[in-house]
């Protein structure tokens, strides 16, 4: 089943022990992105990257980093959690975008984290 | 002006009723968009997209207005399993490789 997994889907963690939530797709797609959802502001951009070794940032990157040492995973690191990272977060992969081209992103099911 | 607004209800409206929302976006150079449903809680997933001036699939019709640059989604013949937040997402321009989300419409259908 083409898919993107995320892991944990629940995290209760407390200000600035690192963390780690994964993300893996398993559609060979090029393009993924981790995003931020919360009440009031929409789902925002953290990072992107747009393949192996190639990672940008987004609309919100401070504070998180990211990875993408393998195609299928795109890990997204938080060095020292603020309470203010509290968030639902999730990760999302297309085939590469180019020019004005269809992609549909592929959502995971989302993380939801607490800092404490 | 805000890149992607949209207005964030509830529309609480009742089975059989014919809903539309709209969804403005500052960025001339917007080509492609793409309309997501999110049930609460639940990842975004991808309804429609519009690349000219609109699409249709079965009860669902988008439109695109690119002198107004506002693009729109119409549900005829409103369900319960409609109820959900519909978000609006343009693409950027040719060389842009990123969605930019509207904050969402939130839908009730009432029976």
């Known amino acids: 089943e083409a898919q993107v997994t995320q892991n944990p889907r629940y995290l209760i963690t407390v200000t600035g022990k690192k963390l780690t939530v994964t993300c893996s797709q398993n559609?060979?797609?090029?393009?993924m992105s981790w995003y931020r959802q919360d009440p009031g502001l929409g789902l925002r951009q953290i990072y992107y990257s747009m393949n192996v070794e190639v990672t940008d940032k987004g609309d919100v990157p401070e504070g998180y980093k990211v990875s993408r040492k393998e195609k299928r995973n795109f890990p997204l690191i938080l060095e020292s959690p603020s309470p203010n990272q509290t968030s639902l977060y999730f990760c999302a992969s297309s085939l590469f975008p180019s020019g004005n081209s269809y992609n549909e992103q592929f959502f995971g099911p989302g993380t939801r984290l607490t800092v404490l | 002006r805000k890149e992607v607004e949209q207005d964030p209800g509830p529309f609480n409206v009742p089975e059989g009723a014919t809903v539309a929302f709209n969804c403005t976006y500052s960025?001339?150079?917007?080509?492609?968009f793409f309309w997501y449903r999110q049930d609460c809680r639940k990842e975004p997933k991808l309804l429609m997209s519009v690349y000219s001036s609109g699409n249709e699939d079965g009860r669902f019709t988008a439109q695109l207005n690119r002198a107004s640059q506002y693009i729109s989604l119409l549900i005829r013949d409103s369900k319960l399993s409609d109820s959900a937040t519909y978000l609006c997402?343009?693409?950027?321009?040719?060389?842009?490789?990123?969605?930019?989300f509207g904050k969402g419409t939130k839908l009730s259908v009432i029976p």
């Open positions: 997402a343009p693409k950027g321009g040719a060389g842009s490789y990123q969605l930019t």
């Open positions: 559609m060979n797609h090029e393009y």
């Open positions: 960025n001339s150079a917007s080509q492609s």
